[in-house]
Structure formats: structure tokens, C-alpha cells
């Protein structure tokens, strides 16, 4: 199972940037992801990528505004966040290990992060 760190979190205004990283030891073999929850909601997918490919995914609310992208020799995968509104305000985990469903399904990851905060204040 690969073990994963996100860090990067942080209170923003509205219309700024942030630069979430999750950070993996060994080795993912199909997608990661990036996902949010808020309090009494459902986790949400937010990008994800396929491992050692440019092949991207984008929920719509973060299409133009969100840039998933890899460091295979550091063995990391970024969320650059720009832009932000106070709509994307949650706990943002960083997921590996797709098994079964799609790439915005948070029950078919079996790797996950402890999650870091981000906060858009308008």
C-alpha cells in the first residue's frame, strides 16, 4: 500500500493561489488524486492523474483554475490551485491505488493522505 503526505494547506482570500503536494513512499500504479470534503458532505474528486502519463482529470468546478502534475523523481504529485474561491474551501486528501470505478470515486482508491486545510475567505 503506498503511503501518502499532503502538505501546502493554508487560508487564502478569495482569487489567490495555493500549491497543494502530496508526497508518496513506493510506488502508485494507475491514478492519484486529489479530493475535498467539507463537513457533512461527501468526498469530492477534484483532479486526478494517471501515473507516469500527461493523461488529466478535472471535476468541472476547477476546470481553468486547478493544474494537477507529477514529479516522478521526487515521487510527487501537485495541485496548483489558483484563482480560489470560497466554494473550495475543505480538507483536501491526496488518493492512490484506483481498483474499481472512476477516477472522481472516492471508494475506489485504496491509498489516502491525512488531508491538509485549505480556506478561501471572501
Known amino acids: 500500500q503506498v503511503q501518502l503526505v499532503e502538505s501546502g494547506g493554508g487560508s487564502v482570500q478569495a482569487g489567490g493561489s495555493l500549491r497543494l503536494s502530496c508526497t508518496a513512499s513506493g510506488y502508485s500504479r494507475n491514478y492519484i488524486g486529489w479530493f475535498r470534503q467539507t463537513p457533512g458532505k461527501e468526498r469530492e474528486g477534484v483532479a486526478a492523474i494517471y501515473s507516469g502519463t500527461h493523461l488529466t482529470y478535472y471535476a468541472d468546478s476547477v476546470k481553468g483554475r486547478f493544474t494537477i502534475s507529477q514529479d516522478v523523481a521526487k515521487n510527487t504529485v501537485q495541485l496548483q490551485m489558483t484563482n480560489l474561491k470560497p466554494e473550495d474551501t475543505g480538507m483536501y486528501y491526496c488518493?492512490?491505488?484506483?481498483?474499481?470505478?472512476?477516477?472522481?470515486?472516492?471508494?475506489?482508491?485504496?491509498?489516502w493522505g491525512q488531508g491538509t486545510q485549505v480556506t478561501v475567505s471572501s
Open positions: 488518493a492512490a491505488d484506483l481498483r474499481f470505478g472512476h477516477w472522481y470515486m472516492s471508494s475506489a482508491y485504496t491509498s
